[in-house]
């Protein structure tokens, strides 16, 4: 018995392991004023923005405008390739890592001033690399290896590969720039005073004259009936997510505000699911306090819910309307800007116009560096990093006369890159999320903005259920394939070789010994492909909401399996019909065979199925 015992884990904290914050309720049964913000009893939160008060003697006027350098963050690295080698001469390379995964490496010779450089971008599956290295500082010219290392040392690889093809930069660009986003949307929640509870939250139907100047001094009251502007999410068609909304564009970048009071009110629903449905998967949002409540970040339950900014009023529907602000996000979101003044209040005005939508852009790219969504980020970019990869590659060799036939335009979504650009589509922009949909073995597998499924999750389940059997006869040495199922996938299929394409492959296969088995990866674009067909050409829509409204991925391409296996029926029924005219000219020359005859026979012996293979044998 003393074997088998095993050391338990320690117990779980409970509250008295914490800092003992005080509950909603017990501040509320003391003094006023109470804070805009108080951090759940068991933490997770930080706060910004604590001090709300005139000091004694102040001039209001001069302690209302924000003190900060008000500025959007942006993803700069992002528009550098547009910038500084699109249209202009540079050389873009690929390879794989085995510990940094797929490789797009561009070069360029620039001249700044009088000086020589080089400017270099690498892009990895976790991040771009961008440097500009002067020649000088070099003691020799560098090869592409040597580059790629002076600008990540961590990259081991023997070689990388030229890209070949003409298009190359409008699939990399288009890569470069997935991560940049125009289209924001933000929650916004009424609390009333005394409300502590969610439920409360979204149960308010009535807005008080300073929640309506709130609302105008946000944006525009907009009809969502045949709305042309960004969505949100929103159902602009049947009127299923109310009628009315508030929209903004702020610096070409559009805002549409999920207002929870505008949203559809369901009686006897106590958690008002149709309100929480867009709101809940906000990662932002806007609670506005008529009245001195504290707002507890844990009120509302959602995985997706990272930061809050609180809006106090004072002197509503005034001449000098004052607000007070307060900021909270979760422990793994990164501070971000503007700073809010000391102490945090502003009067009503285009300057705080500007501060607020700032902060509220700001915050949601601060939250994208939080954990969850870190992952999420990660496995779309190595997603759309393979397949850019192996459009560039699969082109290349086209180029260069080594493949790129038919079968892999059909493995890749479509040829000349449409594959590539219809995945960046269903994934990026926003108002073509694809609908959920099943289609053949496999069902559709949601994802984010900044994620997708893993793919190669799918891959697994395709091998599992559907390997091929393929075996060689012990008297004729010719691999025979066995009959397939009319359900098997296409993942599958490409491993019925044509007695045609089956010298290119071989010819194409050891120019990139780093790519290994390019046939199961690059069904990673036939995937992305089949998402935009899907959206096409399904009747219904599906409102997306806030992360779930991204994109599936995972589908087989409906075309590939169709392709193959009418080009399987065909060739095998034609075999079978000229095998006995061919086996009886063989039988007349003695056993000398012709070109063409050797040919065909080598054909019969590879499709046919697996019940014929003793007849096959006893003809040669």
């Known amino acids: 018995m003393d074997e088998q015992r095993c050391t338990l884990p320690p117990p779980l904290k409970t509250e008295e392991d914490y800092i003992p914050y005080p509950s909603v309720h017990e501040v509320l049964g003391r003094k006023s004023p109470f804070p805009l913000i108080l951090l759940p009893q068991f933490g997770g939160y930080w706060i910004e923005g604590n001090n709300h008060e005139l000091r004694s003697g102040g001039d209001p006027e001069q302690l209302l405008s924000p003190t900060s350098t008000i500025k959007l963050e942006c993803n700069t690295t992002a528009k550098i390739y547009r910038k500084q080698f699109l249209g202009k001469e540079h050389f873009n390379y690929y390879s794989v890592d085995s510990a940094l995964g797929h490789l797009v ?10 000086q020589e450089h080089l400017r270099l971008m690498l892009r990895t599956k976790l991040k771009t690399y961008h440097d500009v290295i002067p020649i000088s500082c070099l003691t020799e010219f560098p090869n592409v290896v040597q580059m790629a290392k002076l600008v990540c040392e961590e990259v081991n690889v023997d070689r990388f590969f030229p890209v070949l093809y003409p298009k190359a930069s409008r699939l990399i660009v288009t890569f470069d720039e997935h991560v940049i986003s125009n289209n924001f949307k933000f929650g916004v929640i009424y609390q009333k005073f005394g409300q502590t509870s969610e439920e409360e939250l979204f149960v308010n139907n009535e807005e008080s004259p300073a929640f309506v100047e709130f609302l105008e001094f946000l ?41 929870s009071t505008k949203l559809p009110y369901t009686e006897g629903d106590t958690q008002q699911l149709q309100r929480k449905r867009h709101i809940g ?38 001449d000098n309307v004052l607000y007070k602000v307060s900021v909270t996000a979760r422990d793994d979101v990164p501070f971000f800007g503007p700073a809010l003044p000391d102490p945090a209040i502003f009067r009503k005005g285009p300057e705080f116009h500007e501060f607020l939508l700032t902060k509220l852009i700001n915050a949601e790219y601060a939250c ?14 190595t997603a759309l990093l393979e397949t850019l990869y192996e459009e560039l ?4 060799q ?64 395709s091998s599992r259920e559907c390997s091929p059997s393929t075996q060689k006869t012990p008297d004729s040495g010719h691999a025979s394939q066995e009959p397939k199922s009319d359900n098997s996938s296409s993942q599958s299929s490409p491993e019925v070789v044509t007695a045609k394409n089956s010298s290119a492959l071989c010819c194409r296969a050891p120019s990139i010994p780093e790519a290994q088995d390019l046939s199961r990866s690059s069904s990673n674009a036939s995937s992305f492909a089949s998402v935009v067909e899907e959206n096409e050409n399904e009747a219904t829509e599906d409102y997306d909401t806030g992360m779930e409204s991204l994109s599936s991925a995972g589908t087989p391409h409906k075309r590939d399996s169709f392709t193959y296996s009418t080009w399987l029926e065909d060739s095998v029924s034609s075999t079978s019909r000229g095998s006995s005219p061919a086996s009886n000219r063989n039988q007349q020359s003695g056993g000398a065979k012709s070109p063409e005859a050797a040919k065909a026979e080598a054909r019969v012996k590879l499709e046919r199925p697996h019940n014929h293979k003793s007849s096959s044998s006893s003809n040669c």
């Open 105 to 114: 490496f561009s070069v360029k010779y620039d001249v700044i001033g009088d």
């Open 281 to 318: 998967n906000d990662i932002i949002a806007v609670v506005f306090q008529d009245e001195n409540t504290p707002f507890v970040p844990d009120m509302i339950a959602s995985n997706f819910l990272h930061a809050y900014v609180v809006v106090q009023v004072e002197n509503a529907c005034t």
């Open 393 to 396: 590659h699969i082109n290349s």
């Open 219 to 259: 944006g525009q009251k907009i009809e969502l009936h045949d709305f042309k502007g960004f969505r949100g999410g929103l159902d602009v068609t049947h009127g299923q997510t109310g009628t009315e909304s508030v929209y903004t564009n702020f610096h070409n970048k559009e805002i549409m505000f999920h207002v």
């Open 398 to 461: 086209a180029m260069m006369g080594l493949g790129g036939g038919e079968e892999d335009k059909l493995e890749n979504g479509g040829g000349g890159g449409g594959g590539f650009f219809e995945s960046f589509k269903s994934l990026i922009i926003p108002g073509k999320s694809p609908t959920r949909k099943k289609s053949g073995p496999f069902s559709s597998r949601r994802s984010s903005a900044i994620g997708i499924e893993n793919i190669q999750e799918v891959q697994e389940r």
């Open 368 to 381: 994208y560096k939080a954990e969850k969504f870190a992952k999420l980020e990660e496995r779309t970019r």
